[in-house]
């Protein structure tokens, strides 16, 4: 069974930086691409930014562009998303995912992943 679990989220005054970390269990993490979403309250949930299995290929939304980085450790069985300029619109619950091994390519859909952590809370003061 896969699991992932995300970690790092925390309070931070607009334009400072935190670092997400998903790590997965049950199989590594270089069988499939993964991916970041976020929802803020009252909002649908939004794609932020994906890798591809092999890590050599990521895509961000236009709103976190050049502020926001996806990574990944194969060999630690972890992703990550290095935020930063942070603002106060980027509060929000932030979700890793995975796709099935089946895909090595990142994808902006939400619908496309199958295994989802919990969320961490990311909040930005102004």
């Known amino acids: 069974q896969v699991q992932l679990v995300e970690s790092g989220g925390g309070l931070v005054q607009a334009g400072g930086s935190l670092r997400l970390s998903c790590t997965v269990s049950g199989r590594t993490s270089g069988t499939f691409a993964m991916g970041w979403f976020r929802q803020a309250p009252g909002k649908e949930r939004e794609f932020v930014a994906a890798v591809s299995r092999s890590g050599d290929s990521t895509v961000s939304a236009q709103s976190v562009e050049g502020r926001f980085t996806t990574s990944r450790d194969n060999a630690k069985n972890t992703m990550y998303l290095q935020m930063n300029s942070l603002k106060p619109e980027d509060t929000a619950v932030y979700f890793c995912?995975?796709?099935?091994?089946?895909?090595?390519?990142?994808?902006?859909?939400?619908?496309?992943?199958?295994?989802w952590g919990q969320g961490t809370q990311v909040t930005v003061s102004s």
């Open positions: 995912a995975g796709r099935s091994s089946a895909w090595f390519v990142p994808s902006r859909i939400g619908s496309d992943y199958i295994y």
